[in-house]
């Protein structure tokens, strides 16, 4: 290739030759603000053959030169990349073993190569997390967010950390960020609503609740229905308990309407009758309710008004009419039984509680009523010496609750499960068993 190229320069310079001797004639050259110059015609032609010769080679030299910087440039880009590659992958592994120093380490390289690195920090972070160093795990999750503010994992990350930290409002800030960028994330109202509850801010969680009604798949909407109806009934409470019987009168007769089987909502409403028409009006309306829903909640709590009354008779009335209605019921028999050991009526509480076949209901506080009215009759003593083992005297008139959603047990009638979170979910328990432990 050398030789072609020095031969087709010879030739070149052949005619050039042949050319110079047939143009002899001289031309003048001024140079912009200097000397003129004489020259042969043949060699200006040269002069300017040259200077584009040169001009040509500078062009190619200078995109040469940066096309070898630009691969320079891309082979170490490469192989930092093929290096952090490797350092991630050593810390996947390790954080699968369970190595946690062994994780840092790795991820600490990566962030000597490349410190903007948004992977590794939030690696770092959950990292630190799982070792409940909370102040460390935000600093990374503030230096990756800080990175990528539009980028959603490390505001769950924050989030998280914040809740972890009991800044529940803080929290609230970071998921309402994550809404304005995906506003049809379930997950992100989801950990909304799980903040809002914390908070007990139930007027705000039944807007949100409706939103999240929207966004949910079909199959999900009546679980979903049912936590808006319970939202509404904490709301309703707590007008109730902060004096504002309007409003709470505004939320329960709702309530009933949209939710006729929602037993809370008629009990807040009981409440809020006592407040404003007096007993005898709650009282009627927990017996008519009671004969539509068949609710033993309502008709404990009507018996405690008609005690705190003083007026056992008409509750007793009231029991034996529905007993007559219902002779099947057992648990109705239970419950008038208790109501005569409650008021010392001890021939008719054996009697009543006698006639429950055992084969049908055995419970531990079944007998042990039963006990104790034969140890005020001095009979039976050693098996009523038993039942004080079994259980104490002072437990006997007391009821427990079973959530029929968790099958919890309570000694204290709620609107809401404390262990599943259910609504509407209580029913008396007359199994006993809380007696047992």
Not at 240 to 268: C, H, M, W
Not at 290 to 316: A, F, H, Q, T
């Amino acid at each position: 290739m050398s030789k072609f190229l020095i031969f087709m320069v010879l030739i070149f310079l052949t005619i050039i030759g042949f050319f110079a001797m047939e143009n002899r004639e001289t031309v003048i050259l001024k140079i912009p603000f200097g000397a003129s110059y004489e020259m042969p015609k043949i060699g200006l032609m040269l002069l300017s053959l040259s200077f584009g010769a040169f001009f040509v080679f500078l062009v190619f030299f200078i995109r040469d030169a940066s096309n070898l910087i630009n691969r320079l440039q891309l082979q170490k880009k490469h192989k930092k990349e093929e290096k952090i590659k490797d350092y991630y992958a050593k810390a996947l592994n390790a954080i699968m073993r369970d190595k946690v120093t062994e994780a840092k380490e790795a991820l600490q390289e990566i962030l000597k190569e490349d410190p903007e690195h948004i992977d590794a920090l939030i690696r770092l972070g959950d990292l630190s997390m799982k070792e409940e160093d909370y102040k460390t795990a935000l600093k990374y999750y503030k230096k990756a967010y800080e990175l990528d503010p539009k980028n959603i994992v490390p505001l769950f990350s924050l989030e998280n950390v914040m809740e972890k930290m009991n800044e529940n409002e803080l929290a609230l800030k970071y998921i309402e960020q994550i809404i304005n960028l995906e506003p049809d994330s379930p997950i992100a109202h989801y950990k909304m609503r799980n903040i809002l509850e914390k908070l007990e801010k139930w007027e705000d969680l039944i807007v949100l609740q409706k939103k999240i009604l929207k966004i949910v798949p079909e199959y999900k909407k009546i679980e979903e229905e049912k936590k808006l109806v319970g939202y509404t009934y904490e709301y309703g409470r707590v007008s109730l308990e902060s004096g504002d019987i309007e409003q709470a009168e505004r939320v329960f007769s709702n309530l009933i309407k949209t939710a006729p089987d929602f037993v809370p909502a008629y009990l807040g409403m009981t409440e809020v009758i006592i407040s404003k028409e007096g007993p005898e009006a709650a009282i009627e309306f927990l017996k008519r309710n009671y004969e539509n829903l068949k609710s033993k909640i309502l008709l404990i709590r009507l018996e405690d008004l008609l005690i705190s009354m003083g007026d056992p008779k008409r509750l007793i009335q009231f029991y034996l009419k529905i007993i007559n209605e219902n002779p099947d019921d057992i648990e109705l028999k239970f419950l008038l039984g208790r109501l005569y050991y409650r008021l010392e009526m001890v021939d008719d509480a054996i009697e009543t509680l006698s006639s429950i076949d055992p084969a049908i209901c055995s419970t531990a506080k079944l007998y042990c009523i039963k006990g104790y009215l034969y140890l005020r009759r001095n009979q039976i003593a050693k098996a009523v010496s038993e039942f004080k083992e079994l259980c104490p005297e002072n437990k006997i008139s007391n009821l427990s609750y079973l959530c029929k959603e968790c099958h919890s047990t309570f000694e204290e009638w709620t609107g809401r499960c404390s262990v599943c979170n259910t609504w509407n979910s209580f029913e008396v328990d007359l199994r006993g068993c809380e007696i047992l432990k």
